[in-house]
């Protein structure tokens, strides 16, 4: 064969084969990933895969993105991206059932109007535009539900929100959680305004069934029975109790010996300790009547000493980090941040026959018992480190019941209180007869026990400013109910890493600096305190505490004047101090940006540009040499 038609078929068969290779990549290498972020941003939980490859029928995803609004924003645009790229990494794990759809809704266009129909929330513009990044969710017998907006604060949620929604669209009925509670964050659906976040959160996943302190009986069906600080309660509540134990065999305790959270809210009449007396010794764990106080895990708080704000450890607020939880159970094996406690108690555990305990938060062994009482005025980290003995062992936070139970009423119901009231009476017989009594368990029970009522407390864990929590508290909660309900696929996904990446330094540098700032106006206070004691017979004639207004020319002497026309001096010259930490901080964070646009931008060019130069030389001296 001639050499040009060989070159030609040679080059037809490549391109054939070189296209025929693409096609079955395209095909037979759709689902495989190289994932390169630090956090594996792109690499799905196994509670993800689970979901996605367990769908008993296929569900739609209409991802609606305002694509080219947001590209004016760039934190929006980036976090838009996060979802598509999370959406894409579900649907090709799902072998075909999750079908991803997007749209980018114009203004007054009919997308707008499907995502305006379906109840999509958006974030307004500049422009007045309305900016649309939601998900709304179909499965074949058309049940909807939707996440109205995907905010970029809850990006660590952000898997755990997908899944979810792809799981209810598998299962649309919810788990019913029974919620009994004295603190009045807990008290509703997850919908009222002073809710707590944790409560809202519920209120995604479960349908809350609020319980009031006076119930005669439990509902009949609800999956999980959540007491939180329960108020006291008589014995044929808790009977009632024990028998829904003895059922259904689901049940999440959080009991408190001191509760920072109730007395904050009611004062003197709070609710100080809840306990489930006399139902420990048949469930075999119980609270002990001291606070557990932590000097190792002692959560850093805000204190003014000397007239100085400064950060110190509070040993009353624990701060349990990864390391002292268990990476065994599902519920916390994936927790990545602290859980924070506030006033929290320990628990003492001696399952009977046929259960067992497994820890799943523990203290350090440097915790130490301190009086209820006296946690419950929250003395300063000195008073509670000067009567300090430690305990020399790690204590229980938050334990795991399992197994199979006995009734703490052998003898039967208690006497129950007849109403005077005919009707009423009837009704409360009907109700004794109707309900068959277990002594031991129908079902083995799984419960859940927390050492600390006040971990449900925004206060504790949730930051003010951008209502996102900043330790894994309500994880922790979440992560329990849906075991408890059978949901354990979802229960390691709500703590994922964030995509953004801080850049320490720079927060390094800005602490630092904001402490110097502080230190400025402390100095700056403690003058104008002095200089208000010395002026008081001046505020006397009329003048006030206000240095920098008002007629203070009348009836003043030239000692007087010159000590107004000091202070005013010195608080110029403070502020000139404030200015200059303020440009130091500044230069410094200017330097770092230098640095780092030489290492980013520059570097990299000349890098290429010396290895070329090498090159050329290595090449130069082999064609001398030849």
Same mark, same amino acid.
């Not at 199979?404 to 009907?430: N, S």
């Not at 200015?579 to 964070?589: M, Q, W």
């Given at each position: 064969m001639q050499r040009r038609p060989f070159l030609v078929l040679a080059s037809f068969f490549a391109f054939l084969i070189f296209a025929g290779l693409n096609i079955a990549a395209q095909s037979w290498l759709s689902t495989a990933r190289l994932d390169f972020t630090e956090n594996r941003l792109y690499t799905l939980s196994d509670g993800t895969r689970e979901v996605a490859a367990s769908l008993a029928e296929p569900v739609d995803l209409t991802f609606v993105f305002s694509r080219r609004l947001a590209a004016e924003y760039p934190a929006m645009r980036t976090y838009g991206a996060r979802v598509r790229e999370l959406l894409a990494e579900i649907a090709a794990k799902s072998g075909g059932d999750v079908r991803v759809r997007e749209v980018d809704p114009s203004p007054f266009s009919a997308e707008e109007d499907e995502a305006i129909a379906a109840g999509l929330s958006s974030a307004p513009t500049s422009d007045g535009d309305p900016l649309y990044l939601g998900v709304i969710g179909r499965n074949s017998v058309d049940d909807e539900i939707i996440i109205p907006f995907l905010g970029p604060e809850r990006e660590t949620l952000l898997e755990y929100d997908l899944a979810r929604l792809i799981a209810q669209l598998d299962d649309p009925q919810p788990p019913r959680v029974g919620v009994l509670s004295s603190l009045p964050g807990l008290q509703g659906r997850g919908m009222e305004a002073d809710a707590y976040y944790v409560l809202r959160e519920m209120a995604r996943s479960f349908e809350i069934v609020p319980i009031t302190d006076d119930f005669d009986r439990l509902p009949d069906d609800v999956d999980v029975l959540l007491l939180a600080h329960p108020p006291e309660l008589s014995d044929a509540q808790l009977f009632q109790i024990d028998q829904f134990i003895l059922r259904t065999g689901r049940a999440f305790f959080a009991l408190d010996p001191a509760s920072k959270a109730s007395l904050a809210t009611r004062g003197r009449l709070g609710q100080l300790r809840s306990d489930l007396a006399p139902l420990d010794e048949s469930l075999g764990v119980r609270l002990a009547p001291e606070v557990l106080v932590d000097r190792v895990l002692a959560l850093p708080v805000e204190l003014i000493e000397n007239g100085r704000r400064v950060v110190a450890p509070q040993p009353l607020f624990i701060a349990s980090p990864p390391a002292?939880?268990?990476?065994?159970?599902?519920?916390?094996?994936?927790?990545?941040?602290?859980?924070?406690?506030?006033?929290?108690?320990?628990?003492?555990?001696? =399952?009977?026959?046929?259960?067992?305990?497994?820890?799943?938060?523990?203290?350090?062994?440097?915790?130490?018992?301190?009086?209820?009482?006296?946690?419950?005025?929250? =003395?300063?980290?000195?008073?509670?480190?000067?009567?300090?003995?430690?305990?020399?062992?790690?204590?229980?936070?938050?334990?795991?019941?399992?197994?199979?139970?006995?009734?703490?009423?052998?003898?039967?119901?208690?006497?129950?209180?007849?109403?005077?009231?005919?009707?009423?009476?009837?009704?409360?017989?009907?109700?004794?007869?109707?309900?068959?009594?277990l002594t031991v368990s129908a079902t083995p029970a799984e419960i859940i026990f927390i050492a600390d009522a006040d971990l449900f407390d925004d206060g504790f864990y949730v930051n003010p400013t951008g209502d996102a929590p900043v330790a894994d508290n309500a994880a922790f909660i979440l992560n329990a109910l849906d075991n408890l309900t059978g949901d354990a696929a979802l229960a390691g996904l709500r703590s994922r890493a964030p995509s953004a990446r801080p850049m320490s330094r720079v927060e390094t540098m800005r602490a630092e600096a904001r402490e110097r700032l502080y230190a400025e106006q402390a100095s700056l206070e403690a003058r104008l305190a002095e200089t208000e004691t010395a002026l008081a017979d001046l505020r006397a004639r009329g003048a006030g505490s206000d240095f920098f207004a008002g007629d203070l020319s009348a009836d003043l002497t030239d000692a007087e004047r010159g000590e107004i026309a000091r202070f005013r001096t010195e608080a110029l010259d403070i502020?000139?101090?404030?200015?200059?930490?303020?440009?130091?901080?500044?230069?410094?964070?200017?330097?770092l940006a230098g640095r780092l646009a030489l290492l980013n931008i520059w570097a990299p060019p000349f890098l290429v540009l010396v290895l070329w130069v090498v090159m050329l030389q290595i090449r130069a001296r082999r064609r001398a040499q030849t």
């Open positions: 002292n939880v268990s990476d065994e159970d599902p519920i916390t094996a994936d927790l990545s941040r602290a859980v924070h406690f506030g006033l929290a108690g320990r628990l003492i555990a001696e =399952p009977p026959f046929g259960a067992a305990v497994e820890t799943l938060i523990a203290s350090s062994p440097s915790a130490a018992p301190l009086e209820a009482r006296a946690a419950a005025r929250e =003395p300063p980290p000195a008073d509670v480190f000067a009567d300090y003995v430690e305990y020399g062992a790690v204590q229980k936070l938050a334990v795991r019941l399992s197994g199979e139970l006995r009734t703490a009423f052998p003898d039967g119901p208690p006497p129950a209180d007849i109403p005077d009231d005919p009707v009423l009476a009837e009704l409360a017989l009907a109700n004794a007869v109707d309900t068959p009594v502020r000139e101090r404030l200015r200059l930490v303020e440009g130091e901080f500044r230069a410094d964070i200017d330097k």
